[in-house]
């Protein structure tokens, strides 16, 4: 089986971890350089529910500013994580129904990449 799993440059990884749980993700692993006085977090997974992605350290000496990377998350509802979202004063964008038959509610995290959460909406007959 083959699953892709997005792979997000970051200038601070630990700051973006803590960003990511504070609305809802889970931490599921993580690697750090051991230096002689210091450890340097150098790697971790994100979760939200079976979903993942990872996060490493952005060592360009410029980061620049354009992101050209998304992640984008299906999920069977998604009015609990625009309450969260709400509650953190996070700006949102909300497009009630698209024109393949879903919700989908998008924001930009603490590094610029666009978040998005879709759910198929459901047609009463």
């Not at 953190?88 to 919700?103: A, L, Q, V």
Request: aromatic share 12%; proline share 2%.
């Amino acid at each position: 089986m083959a699953q892709c799993v997005s792979f997000l440059k970051v200038a601070d990884v630990a700051a973006t971890i803590k960003w990511y749980e504070n609305i809802g993700f889970q931490c599921t692993a993580t690697n750090h350089i051991w230096e002689p006085d210091d450890s340097e977090l150098n790697w971790a997974e994100m979760a939200w529910e079976n979903a993942t992605f990872m996060l490493g350290p952005d060592e360009r000496g410029i980061i620049s500013e354009k992101k050209d990377t998304s992640l984008w998350f299906n999920v069977d509802a998604i009015e609990d994580i625009i309450e969260i979202l709400k509650e953190k004063d996070i700006s949102i964008d909300i497009e009630p129904e698209t024109f393949y038959g879903r919700k989908v509610v998008s924001f930009k995290d603490l590094n610029g990449f666009e978040v998005s959460f879709s759910c198929a909406l459901v047609k009463s007959e």
